[in-house]
């Protein structure tokens, strides 16, 4: 038996090399959009916008982020289990996970109005149009990441706060 790692996988396209015109408007977007967000909620929301995609690249650089901003390996862990684990998250931290599930999986064609009101509640206007920019520019960052097959793991925290 042998404790030898898999190959990492070849990326497809280095898309930030090939367009970066594009690649500078995403970070110009994800700039605006954290203006004034906290960095660990935005990390979490992030996180779990990865998981859903199934982005390797993106789990890789928003653990490491949000470890060196302060988040616990318990709630990170515990994150793709947050409606079980509800009581290691504030009210605040609840609705904007709840409502990144309903932005990132459309699958309904909506965001429902429950979740949608549970966030009005605990964020003002200007916060939870951040917050919603701010889900949809990691959707956005999650779906070049997995087209493109970026490889995780070299990722050292803090190296793309834009």
């Not at 959009?33 to 935005?42: I, K, Y």
């Not at 318990?74 to 009581?87: D, F, K």
Request: proline residues 4%; negative net charge.
């Amino acid at each position: 038996m042998t404790n030898e790692y898999a190959a990492p996988h070849t990326p497809r396209l280095e898309w930030t090399k090939s367009s970066p015109a594009v690649y500078k408007a995403m970070v110009q977007l994800d700039r605006a959009a954290r203006e004034g967000v906290d960095p660990v909620l935005l990390e979490l929301v992030k996180i779990r916008a990865s998981q859903l995609n199934h982005c390797a690249y993106c789990l890789d650089m928003h653990t490491k982020d949000a470890l060196a901003a302060g988040e616990t390996v318990q709630r990170i862990v515990q994150l793709s289990a947050w409606e079980e684990s509800r009581h290691f998250y504030t009210e605040r931290e609840i609705a904007a996970i709840e409502l990144t599930e309903a932005v990132t999986v459309l699958t309904d064609g909506f965001v429902p109005d429950e979740v949608y009101g549970r966030a009005a509640k605990v964020f003002d206007e200007t916060e939870l149009a951040r917050l919603i920019a701010a889900i949809n520019v990691i959707n956005a960052w999650n779906r070049f990441a997995v087209t493109t097959r970026m490889v995780p793991g070299a990722y050292e925290a803090g190296t793309f706060n834009h």
